[in-house]
């Protein structure tokens, strides 16, 4: 399969020369959707993911002409860690965005010494008391998982029945979850009341698990699809190799 034929009516998929100009593109149009959001009703609000492949892109997006103090900036997915642990997402989101977007405010998912029930109902009290979000930024692993949405985990088919943005899960025995099997995750719910999706991919494997996802329209298998298969705008997908 070349990527340079690669195509599907269910997503917008926007190829990149190189890892730089994936990087700027990305922050760019993150930059826009939120300063759209701001001029037409004040603020932003906009979910992130954790990992390696959306770092730069964070660390662009800091650099860029936002007015962060009417931004509101939260976690699509978390584990269930201390947010001051280096391997939570909220520690990523700190490192690469807001130490430069200054002014942002940040609302992690995981708080500490609360326990996980406790964490998923503020977490959806805080979502149904905010504005909608303006962007959701995802990633996908090889498995197909999107957010913390595993296949096979126990409770994925209760958080993709989920009626609200977020849902606890036990991904216990999925290799994806690696050793962080108790998670904090948005829902299908959660995802389709964000304006805008974006799945940022890196690399031919990743793009060869995009496609078996699609071909095989199994959203239980495919977790990713649970973001792809929602009314509203589709998912954009940006790759770069």
Known sequence: MSPTTFHDDRIEFVQHGDA?????AVAA?????????IN??????????????????YQALAELDVHWDRVEVSLADE????????????????????????????????????PLPE???TANLQAQHSQ??????????????????????????????????????DATGCPGANQWPLRITLTPH?????????????????????????????AQQYPILNAINLE???LRVHWAD
């Open 20 to 24: 730089d100009g994936w990087i700027e």
């Open 29 to 37: 149009e993150m930059a826009q959707t939120l300063n759209h959001d």
């Open 40 to 57: 037409e009703v004040g603020r932003a609000r906009i979910l992130l993911s954790g990992g390696t492949t959306p770092a730069p892109v």
């Open 79 to 114: 584990r269930w860690l201390s947010p001051q642990d280096r391997d939570s997402n909220a520690w990523l989101v700190r490192e690469n965005l807001l130490k430069r977007a200054e002014g942002a405010h940040f609302d992690p998912l995981v708080r500490i010494g609360k």
């Open 119 to 121: 964490c998923v109902y």
């Open 132 to 169: 909608p979000p303006s962007l959701v930024a995802l990633g996908m692993g090889n498995d197909g998982h999107t957010a913390s949405l595993f296949p096979g985990s126990k409770d994925l088919a209760r958080a993709l029945e989920s009626t609200l943005p977020y849902a606890a899960l």
């Open 190 to 218: 959660g995802l389709r009341q964000c304006r805008q999706r974006l799945l940022l991919l890196r690399g031919k494997q990743k793009l060869q698990v995009l496609r078996q996802a699609l071909d095989s329209n199994d």
């Open 232 to 234: 509203g705008a589709r």
